[in-house]
């Protein structure tokens, strides 16, 4: 991965490339989008326009219950029934400590990698300041503008991120396995609030009865729903159940499709991409007015007069000195910001 | 836990008892820090004046590495070198799925539960909007204002969190076990980094050396520092080292306080505070715009006029009509967020 600016032009050709179907060329654009920055602002600029095709679907669950390999026999299923190429982003926000295990997962996709069909990248976060949520998105729309109608996007663990990265989809798969925490464990991480699809993996172990009730009486709670997400029960290993997982996930495709659903689904998403992009911004502009601008970030804000670095550093300097409260330093560190946002040199 | 009201007489009320030794005052002093919103921030206002005096020890290393019992030894250490009494703060970032564990920890400083001179809690994110990381100091602030002098900030787990949450303290202690790859892992992490303070916990099994020159090849790469980290050897079960690992600590402090390095680094930590605190109070301002402000947090932001929310919203239709591309939507949110900072009415 070269480290030198890379121009518009190259990106522009970068994507053409793409599109052709020059994986390299995808594997490098995916790379920016994964690095952040203004090269990943640029490439955004540059797919807007030229995605929104792509269907994309999301799977979620804890690790060890069997994600991979239902993923690996959903593209089967999909490029069966479709005959179109399927693309998979396998996501992995896991802290450095636990990493090491999605590679590890990717080699149950393996019978499909040398299918040119099918493209399977994992991607972790690095430079991307609004973090993988942020960045996933971005990922999708490089796939789709260069020809990808289907993506699974799976994550790697259930924590606050995997729940943010798999409600950046279209359909939400969540995958449990049979036992009774499971299924509790799920509710309490707000999975089976964006759940689309719930599928019991590894069914023919003991337990599936019990989750099964546990999850129709947490979804009868949740009150009414337009759309009642189905169980399906599944045995990836042995590929059973992975047809009717697939039915599943184009039904709820079909309901989306069928009036509005879809396309107020992606406002809303858009919106949360809102919320997370200008997050990224503002924290350039806070990081600005406080002397605390990375080299590399600087372009991002432009010039930032010395008067609001002044302003900033002083703010902190009577905050040590306990002349002002937290509270009231962040209303005026929020006004000191938002003088910066507005003079005329900001916009980018 | 309540869900009315609380008045500002109402919080100073609690603080005064909570400073006259009431335990139950504090508890509830420390739930509305951990719910956060209007009470966390009034709550504040009130301890900031009150508090400076605590020094603050982080305990941060992988689950199982006897952080807890380092912890409960390191208190009795406390009590007996100093003769002040000790609070415990210990911080659960996990998902709720890997919750569970911490309480079964809190077992191993049971010991001390009943001593007067200690006081432990757990603390779990909830509402807090800049999470954990920006809890924290205003728990200690809680605690630093009720008397406490000494605070050990203890995290489960080493994510990204866990490295935040352990960088608010003054003196930092990362937990390590022998074998090869902690300290690997531990450096990925951007543990040695913050680290003050390093400890080989479970020295009685093999592979102490080999960690041990790791790390010490590990810090000479990351240059010169005026201060090098100690490495300390404990088992925490035996109480072994325990003595040592306070030597240290104390002599980092002493080290902070021979110059002005405590006051620089709590200028540091201030700003980094003021950044999540700015984060925050910035998505309450986009959710606003954007029309998607949870009721209980109007309060925070005040009306806002519906010109604002109607350009909010019309910025996410124009963006599904793909007449606008995200980064360009970005500026244009921050700039109308900004509009709305600056405000008259907008300061709190």
């Keep these: 991965m070269s480290k030198r600016p890379t121009s518009p032009a190259e990106l522009l ?5 793409g599109a052709a179907g020059d994986r390299r060329a995808l594997a490098r654009l995916l790379s920016f989008v994964e690095r952040g920055g203004a090269p990943a602002r640029e490439l955004s600029r540059l797919t807007y326009p030229r995605s929104g095709d792509c269907y994309t679907i999301g799977l979620t669950g804890a690790p060890g219950s069997g994600k991979s390999t239902l993923t690996a026999g959903l593209i089967g299923e999909a490029l069966r029934e479709t005959g179109s190429p399927v693309a998979v982003l396998a996501i992995d926000p896991s802290s450095p400590l636990s990493g090491g295990a999605i590679l590890g997962d990717r080699v149950r996709m393996q019978e499909h990698a040398l299918d040119h069909n099918v493209y399977i990248r994992s991607m972790a976060t690095r430079g991307h300041l609004g973090g993988l949520a942020a960045a996933v998105p971005d990922a999708v729309r490089v796939l789709d503008s260069a020809g990808w109608p289907l993506v699974f996007v799976e994550t790697v663990g259930v924590g606050q991120v995997e729940v943010e990265v798999a409600a950046t989809c279209d359909t939400i798969v969540v995958v449990l396995n049979p036992g009774w925490g499971d299924a509790v464990q799920a509710n309490k991480a707000g999975l089976l609030e964006v759940a689309d699809v719930l599928v019991i993996n590894k069914a023919d172990r ?3 009865r019990e989750t099964k009730r546990d999850l129709v009486h947490m979804l009868q709670l949740t009150g009414e729903m337009s759309w009642m997400p189905p169980i399906v029960e599944t045995v990836a290993s042995s590929g059973e159940g992975t047809g009717a997982l697939w039915q599943a996930i184009s039904a709820h495709r079909a309901h989306l ?5 879809l396309a107020r689904r992606r406002r809303a998403r858009m919106a949360d991409e809102m919320e997370r992009l200008t997050a990224d911004n503002y924290s350039h502009l806070v990081a600005a ?5 990375a080299p590399g970030d600087v372009g ?5 007069a010395s008067e609001t670095v002044d302003a900033g ?3 902190v300097e009577r905050l040590s000195r306990r002349e002002i409260d937290p509270p009231a330093a962040a209303d005026e560190l929020v006004a000191l910001v938002a003088r910066l946002a507005l003079r005329p040199e900001a916009s980018s």
Tied chains: 1, 2.
């Design 313 to 315: 550093r002083d703010l």
């Design 257 to 261: 499709e069928s009036d509005d659903g």
């Design 13 to 17: 050709s970068l994507a053409e490339g």
């Design 300 to 304: 991002l804000v432009g010039t930032v």
């Design 289 to 293: 007015a406080l002397g605390r601008l």
């Design 206 to 208: 003991p337990g599936v």
